[in-house]
């Protein structure tokens, strides 16, 4: 495994000159294609690095051996829902299969959302996700004491149409003859049979409440779900991931 992974950068798309641009956007949709199928460079560069955002920083982690072996893009909008002025945290991310486990990604994402929320403590902030694996909203739900949809609660209505309004602004399709959160991402986890059936024979509530609403994520659909990111669930979420470091660090 190359010693897992050793470093990270993090990139500005717009502080890139064209060639740099042309260069970084070759090498990250090359990854990019190692982890995932379904998506096209044009619609993959629309998406992650040419995103219509406010703020888009992208993380390139690497091995000991300087190869890229994952990424995260974190994305920042401006949008008003319901005639109210809401912050929307969005991301793409992906890590080769044997460099995973660790939650890298969602440590990214953290950073970023602290970093605006301190700056904006009374602003509706949130993060909508459209996840094309189990294994993301399992992730989320070792975290985050808030999210939607979950095993253990129903989804407030309220919720439930904001969720379906974010997702009609950022263009989400839904999926004729599925849940209303399905939508057609685009994005397939390249999975091995075994890796697949570990998943589909998996027991927690929310790997089962995932396939349940989504069983097409195989082909291109994704689960929709939203974050509240209020100082209570930032900051317990990143006690949880914090702690699990300590508790693995000391383990090894």
């Not at 969005?90 to 602290?114: C, K, M, N, P, V």
Request: charged letters at 25%; aromatic letters at 16%.
């Amino acid at each position: 495994m190359r010693n897992g992974i050793r470093g990270a950068d993090v990139i500005d798309p717009t502080g890139l000159s064209p060639v740099e641009k042309g260069s970084f956007i070759n090498s990250l949709y090359q990854l990019h294609l190692r982890i995932f199928d379904g998506v096209d460079r044009n619609t993959f560069v629309s998406y992650v690095v040419d995103s219509p955002s406010d703020r888009t920083r992208i993380r390139v982690y690497k091995n000991s051996v300087n190869e890229w072996v994952g990424y995260c893009a974190v994305h920042r909008f401006n949008t008003r829902v319901f005639d109210r002025p809401y912050v929307i945290f969005r991301a793409e991310a992906g890590i080769l299969r044997e460099y995973r486990g660790r939650s890298q990604t969602l440590w990214f994402g953290f950073y970023e959302a602290i970093k605006y929320r301190l700056k904006h403590p009374f602003c509706s902030l949130y993060y909508l996700g459209s996840f094309v694996h189990p294994g993301v909203l399992y992730m989320f739900s070792r975290y985050f004491t808030e999210y939607c949809p979950r095993s253990d609660a129903p989804m407030p209505k309220r919720i439930k149409n904001l969720i379906i309004e974010l997702a009609d602004i950022f263009h989400l399709e839904a999926v004729e003859g599925q849940d209303v959160l399905v939508r057609k991402v685009g994005w397939i986890t390249r999975e091995s049979d075994e890796d697949k059936k570990f998943w589909q024979n998996h027991t927690h509530p929310i790997i089962k409440l995932y396939i349940k609403t989504n069983p097409g994520y195989v082909k291109d659909y994704g689960l929709l779900t939203l974050v509240p990111l209020t100082f209570g669930n930032i900051f317990m979420s990143l006690f949880k991931f914090m702690k699990n470091k300590v508790v693995r660090h000391f383990a090894q």
